[in-house]
């Protein structure tokens, strides 16, 4: 009814289910939809192997980067309330930033630096032109002085999402910001933006403007203690074999409340909840 082919869309289990069968993956879940119908929905393996449990249709992912799209939605609304502009600059709301210097040569232990010359501006946060980076890309010096500063599959201990972005304003930037891009921690710097210009915590303008208004209630920062069997464990590519390994203790972060809460990820969601938000985006 709406031009799909189930015969093709079997075609996308059956591909999938190769990453089982070779050991990449120990489960995965399915959600295809066309004209506001979902055409296609399948899972299969297992969300925890060591207890033996299926991937179900209600099964809780930890969603990671899939974050970044439910920031720049929320920032978008207050941008369109008139509470900052898309050229304004990052330091106007995270002081911090002004002064934040730029690699130019050396090492990690010795490392050039110079001052800043193109102003860090909010959209670039979005398009990741900011000179910002992730600890764990190893592609630059500046890398490990972020991992060093412990920003590599997390945030530096105690801090909150004011505390890391202070943080991240002392460590060097890779670029003039809008110069190059590179993947980052831009949408984690958005987020407290909008906690500054919204006057309260990312997880509260997050639930009460967009989650809680898009039916989306399994979508959270971590995941409540009745849940937790329905959250699938964390598995992760084995560096030489790419077999799928158990992350622990980092599997276990989901299950209590962040001390960071990042723009950039950190939220766990169920094929259902997220469904809605993609499907919110296609609707206009």
Known sequence: SVGMSTERLARLDRHFQRYIDDGRLTGWQLSVARHGKVVHH?????????????????????????????TAVLALQLWEEGLFELNDPVHRYIPAFRDTKVWRAGSVNAPV???ITETMRLWQLFAHTSGLTYGFMYNHPVDELYRRAGFEWGSPAGCDLEGVCDVLAALPLLFQPGSEWSYSMGLDVLGRVLEVVGGQPLDELMRTRLLEPLGMHETTWHVPEANHSRLATLYGAHPTTRQAVLLEPMGQLAKQPPAFLGGGGGLQSTAYDYHRFTQMLVNG
């Open 42 to 70: 399948s899972v299969a393996g297992q969300r925890d192997v060591a207890a033996d449990l299926p991937v179900e249709a209600d099964t809780i992912w930890r969603i990671f980067s899939m974050t970044k799209p439910v």
């Open 113 to 115: 630096l110079e001052p």
